[in-house]
């Protein structure tokens, strides 16, 4: 079958800022590209960066109506482009986590009964839902809902081990929890409650679509041990409403991450010229669709290099703990989704930038990394000298759970003789600092996750991924390799801003063209063309300067045990 007739694939991000839209080819080629942006384009709605936020109560939420506008525009702007929608033969995507919409019956009778001749915001948006706003990942309005989830199942430690998390403000648990108790009339008069991605994915399906397998871990009510909903967490985010009201209101999971759910709406098909047989696949979370951007393989890592940093990987081990988060695999049953999020990533290693010498070039990192690069590992020119150990949060931490500042110590090369560095050291000195502090943290946590590679290797990620605006830095990417290694290098990440987007469009080609037991891994990996994406930008794991660093690991985690035990004893 030709290029010009074969099949398409259509795959969206719906995110805090932007509505994305990505066509491609069964070969994964990208044909056709648009976006909804919500403060240019939808800045009737009052919004500023997507969102509404309350300073008083920490809440920021997002209107359902601008979402529900947004899905015409990008389709129309794909539409100008020349999109050949007849051609497109399934859907797939993912949504910003965690984030939840109330429907009423109404607006689920509508799903199914939408005319082509209006909007759907003209049709859904007064009628169809019990609450016209969605919380967004951002709110921190849900303190006392957490500190009743992370008691109810005795710790935040056994909250972890049956959901994949402790209770985090932004989880969709505690979100309806507080609904629950500041808007009672809203949750009575919800008949299905949907995530970002299932809701995006009800529109397309004309029908409340189900929760997917990896974004349901991202309630705190899944048990994902069990496969099952939590009935002691259902319980209590219902309130005296009881257990059953929930489980209705939540519905069903689909365990499958392929397939189709069934065909599109006709609303689409009479509007945009969709074939009637288009498939819509199961959408995802955003953070799960970042893993499908590349075929990943248990033992890759990515981590992403942004304003904050966040590290995914895909294991078959599950291992959680309070300071990270397991989910389902969004595609392959007995893999799980490894991710930490920090706060302090790009801004906290721009303030060390800052403190040095300007740059004399038009790369105001240039200075950075000539500095970083001629200081030697932990700071040592002899094996006699302190190694050197630095936390810089200029922001609180949420991993470790600190205040902001920055604390520097120093110890010998085995770990042994840790003490506080009083009088500091040279700023030059902390521009490798920085990033060995942040990346042991990524080793420190994820130890207990990989195992060996290659025979003769010790345990560590095959190959690592860097995605963001730190991932252009040849320091960062050289000292990732030094502390985290990676027999297979470390690897710069290029799919220009879109990797959820274009995760959902590889979840759709391959839930509709898998052959039976083909997983995602190797349907995606057989047509990836890694020479288009991917660029290397070290060599990865070297054995001595990687085993200095795992010789400090256990003392980096007494650092940050010290200055926790320093929290404890400041409350």
């Known amino acids: 079958m030709s290029a010009q007739n074969g099949p398409l694939y259509l795959g969206f991000d719906l995110s805090t800022q932007q509505l994305k839209a990505i066509v491609i080819t069964s070969d994964l080629k990208v044909l056709y590209e648009a976006k909804t942006d919500f403060d240019a384009d939808l800045s009737k709605y009052g919004i500023k960066k997507g969102v509404f936020v309350k300073e008083e109560t920490r809440a920021v939420y997002a209107p359902v109506a601008m979402w529900l506008e947004a899905v015409d525009i990008v389709l129309q702007r794909l539409k100008d482009k020349g999109t050949p929608f007849r051609r497109i033969k399934g859907i797939s995507g993912a949504g910003q986590q965690h984030g939840s919409v109330y429907w009423n019956k109404t607006g689920e009778e509508l799903l199914g009964k939408l005319t082509p001749e209006a909007t759907l915001v ?242 105001s990192w240039s200075n950075f990394n000539e500095t970083a690069l001629a200081t030697p590992p932990l700071g040592q020119k002899t094996p006699s000298d302190p190694a050197k150990l630095g936390l810089f949060f200029p922001l609180p931490e949420i991993v470790p759970n600190v205040r902001s500042g920055t604390w520097r110590y120093t110890c010998a090369s085995d770990g042994s003789k840790l003490e506080e560095s009083k009088n500091g050291w040279p700023s030059e000195a902390d521009a490798r600092a920085i990033v060995e502090s942040q990346i042991l943290s990524l080793r420190l946590r994820s130890q207990k996750l990989v195992h060996s590679p290659v025979d003769g290797a010790p345990p560590q990620p095959r190959r690592i991924y860097l995605v963001g605006g730190g991932s252009l830095n040849p320091a960062i990417a050289r000292i990732v390799g030094d502390v985290l290694g990676g027999v297979e290098g470390v690897w710069k990440l290029d799919v220009g801003g879109n990797a959820c987007a274009l995760g959902g469009a590889y979840k759709a080609v391959w839930a509709i063209e898998r052959k039976e037991g083909q997983s995602f891994e190797e349907l995606i990996g057989e047509r990836w063309k890694a020479s288009e994406a991917i660029e290397k930008v070290d060599e990865g794991y070297r054995a001595d300067i990687w085993a200095k660093y795992g010789n400090v690991l256990s003392t980096f985690e007494e650092v940050e045990e010290k200055i926790l035990a320093g929290e404890e004893r400041d409350k």
């Not at 710790?155 to 081990?161: N, V, Y």
């Open 122 to 363: 003209d049709q859904l948006a007064k009628t169809a839902f019990a609450h016209p706003f969605s919380p967004n990942w951002q709110d921190g309005s849900t303190q006392k809902e957490c500190d009743k989830f992370d008691a109810e199942l005795g710790s935040a430690d056994e909250l972890a081990q049956i959901t994949g998390s402790k209770a985090h403000h932004r989880f969709t648990g505690p979100q309806i929890m507080r609904m629950h108790e500041h808007h009672p009339d809203v949750y009575r008069a919800t008949s299905r409650i949907t995530l970002v991605s299932s809701f995006l994915a009800s529109l397309f399906l004309g029908r409340i679509a189900p929760f997917d397998i990896s974004d349901v871990c991202g309630m705190n009510l899944w048990d994902i041990n069990a496969g099952t909903w939590s009935e002691p967490l259902l319980k209590l985010a219902a309130g005296e409403d009881g257990l059953e009201s929930l489980k209705q209101k939540l519905g069903t999971v689909r365990e499958d991450g392929g397939g189709s759910m069934g065909p599109i709406s006709a609303y689409f098909v009479q509007r945009y010229g969709f074939p009637s047989d288009c498939s819509i696949a199961p959408f995802t979370g955003d953070n799960p669709a970042t893993i499908l951007s590349l075929p990943l393989r248990p033992l890759d890592a990515i981590v992403s290099l942004g304003t904050s940093t966040t590290f995914l990987m895909s294991t078959p081990k599950y291992v959680p703990d309070p300071a990270y988060h397991f989910f389902n695999h969004p595609t392959t049953a007995g893999l799980y989704m490894f991710m930490l999020c920090y706060k302090n990533g790009g801004l906290a290693r721009e303030k060390i930038r800052d403190s040095l010498p300007k740059s004399t070039t038009s790369d």
